[in-house]
């Protein structure tokens, strides 16, 4: 049993305000549509206050205890353009698979917790002072969980880490506070993300042929959501938004932290993970073949027909 006093793992980025002020976006082909987004990389190579600041509030984040993934780091190890690079479309359910940069971002580093960092340095005659905003994203869903902003008592130093820890501190405590609230929630209720499943155009099956289960015959999205969903989600809870032939939408799925890693013993369970068991549900139950897909951390696409 894992203990609940465990603190959730947290990735300090500059929020997309501060990057477009400061010119550090870039572009990307997203199936035919440009996209402006943060160009992380640029920033953290021209901004010296940039990397003393994450590193500041990193800092104060792992001193109370948050363990903390450093972008720099995860930035190294993934390439920005995966994002141009789209996946076949099937002609049926009208469906694509692409990752942006940031779900990418979100996928190989792997925080419970992004926080999104801005800041503004004020001047008031020979006196500066700081005014910030953080916000605690959960990185599965991209919903704000915690927020904290102010600014600071003017101070004659210039410093800029010296301004914004001057500024954080007071608010620290209440947006950690926060944080745990919700992680919390997640041991209790489970991880929020969501599942799509499409059908290639070349598969025999699809979402209405008929199997047999457990001494009963069903179509196939009947089968998935009235008896695979409700037994392989932290307790029964999803939405189904949409059913057809061809494709199959479940939202506000809850899975929990952690489940079996296939050996008898316990992992930490992400969607990707967990859309694993369908696959092997699928192949073992009723030979059908099907290829699981993340996008970023709180999405998995699951493909029939083709892998």
Not at 55 to 75: H, N, Y
Not at 248 to 257: D, E, G, H, N
Not at 258 to 266: A, C, P, T
Not at 276 to 292: A, C, G, T
Request: aromatic content about 8%.
């Amino acid at each position: 049993m894992q203990s609940q006093a465990k603190k959730p793992s947290i990735m300090v980025i500059p929020s997309d305000n501060w990057c477009q002020i400061e010119g550090f976006m870039t572009s990307y082909d997203n199936l035919g549509t440009v996209k402006n987004v943060p160009d992380y990389r640029k920033a953290l190579q021209n901004s010296y206050d940039l990397n003393s600041v994450i590193s500041k509030v990193g800092e104060l984040m792992a001193d109370r205890g948050f363990p903390l993934v450093d972008l720099e780091r995860i930035l190294k190890k993934i390439e920005l353009d995966q994002a141009r690079q789209s996946m076949k479309m099937s002609e049926n359910s009208g469906a694509s698979l692409s990752e942006t940069p940031m779900d990418i971002l979100k996928r190989v580093a792997k925080a419970d917790i992004i926080i999104n960092l801005s800041w503004k340095v004020n001047t008031t005659g020979p006196k500066k002072s700081i005014s910030f905003n953080m916000q605690g994203l959960d990185a599965y869903t991209g919903k704000q969980v915690t927020a904290a902003s102010g600014t600071g008592t003017p101070s004659f130093t210039a410093d800029v880490v010296v301004l914004l820890e001057e500024a954080v501190i007071s608010y620290l405590d209440k947006f950690n506070e926060g944080l745990m609230n919700h992680f919390e929630d997640l041991f209790e209720n489970g991880r929020e993300g969501a599942l799509v499943i499409q059908v290639w155009d070349d598969s025999e099956v699809n979402l209405e042929s008929e199997f047999e289960l457990k001494g009963r015959t069903a179509e196939l999205k009947r089968i998935i959501g009235s008896y695979w969903m409700p037994r392989n989600t932290l307790k029964g809870r999803f939405s189904q938004d949409e059913s057809s032939a061809y494709i199959q939408k479940f939202s506000q799925v809850r899975i929990p932290l952690y489940g079996d890693d296939g050996w008898g013993g316990e992992m930490a369970l992400d969607f990707n993970s967990w859309g694993v068991q369908l696959v092997d549900f699928l192949k073992n139950e009723f030979s059908i073949v099907s290829k699981i897909e993340p996008v970023g951390l709180g999405e998995v696409h699951l493909t029939i027909g083709n892998k």
